[in-house]
């Protein structure tokens, strides 16, 4: 995510809440193109504590770690394996427009599970129209419909792509288990939601699954590294950017960095995110392996109004110090090396943005 510019739209305030989404928009556009254009070359028309500092939990095993997609060992003969138990995350007040948030991860919850034998085309359509969205989006779900006789879904976290008066785009990450007669496989993506402002609410325009491409036979030296590191939680689109080879060193090196200091959970590094800043045409660093974005520190999310300032001011100027030329939260930091290396936004009112210009 780069810093924001304000050339289409009006920017939405930093703290609307759903008791008071008409008031006048204040803050400024994120990090994502309004056209839909999406890392991956996609276009469109337009883990653990679920809800940020809410007190439900994942499910076990639904943390934000680097395990790609994996079979389970098939269940005995006759023996049907049970998925994980999953709990609905929910915005909080925090946010700055929790029903934009609550659209998006509704109809991504919607789609992404099934009971035995609800799966295939017909029944995801119809799961999203229960979620008040046109049917005609689980056409774009991809990989969040694959062959199975059932699947369970457990959303991590969901942060801005962009927020502005009337458009937005919401990264949700997630975690799926899907079972397949008597072998459960666990996997999951990041899906950029974008939603227009109706009369009724925040709707649904497109689906941008994240698609990171194959993994190289022999990933970079600092992306195992990155793997391995039990202090960087990865969600399963952004391992695979870092197994696929498509992440430049300078991200690779500042994570290992800040992971000395830090525990960091990742949302998104590369696949997933749109292509350009939000409301303007120019290229976001994302797309081209050059960022990535952090949602919790020291397992405190950023979002949450009780995270100590002074840890997320810390993370930002230890970021600039570990290389990033470009580095966004919820508090605008003075100093640095530029005048505009540090900024703040509404849209990164719920996550660190850490980009790098090679």
Sequence with gaps: MTPPSVSRGRPVGRRTVLLGMAGTALGAAGCTGVSGRTAAGHRGTAPTAPGHGVTTRAPA???????????????????????????????????????????AVELIEALGAWPSGGGGPA???????????RPALAAQAGPLLPAADEAVLQVVDAQYGGILADAASVLVVCRQWTRRKATVTAGGTTVDVRLARSGRGWIVTALHPARPGPPEPAPPAAARKVLADPRIELPSAAAADLRGGRVHDSVLTAMLR?????????????????????????PSDHPRGRAFDVWRIDGRPVVDPRTPRSLVEHFMRDAADAGSYNVGGPVRLSGGTRPDQFF???????????????
């Design 344 to 358: 703040s936004d509404a849209t990164h009112h719920d996550h660190v943005h850490v980009g790098f210009r090679t």
């Design 258 to 282: 800040l992971a000395g200091t830090y525990r960091i959970s990742v949302s998104v590094v590369r696949s997933g995110h749109p292509l350009d800043v939000f409301g303007t045409s120019r």
């Design 61 to 103: 095993g639904a943390g934000t770690g680097p395990p790609a997609s994996r079979a389970a060992s098939p269940a005995p003969s006759g023996a049907v394996p049970p998925l994980p138990r999953t709990r609905p995350w929910r915005p909080t007040s925090a946010e700055v427009e929790p029903a934009a948030k609550l659209s």
């Design 123 to 133: 029944a995801a359509r119809a799961r999203a129209a229960a979620a008040h969205q």
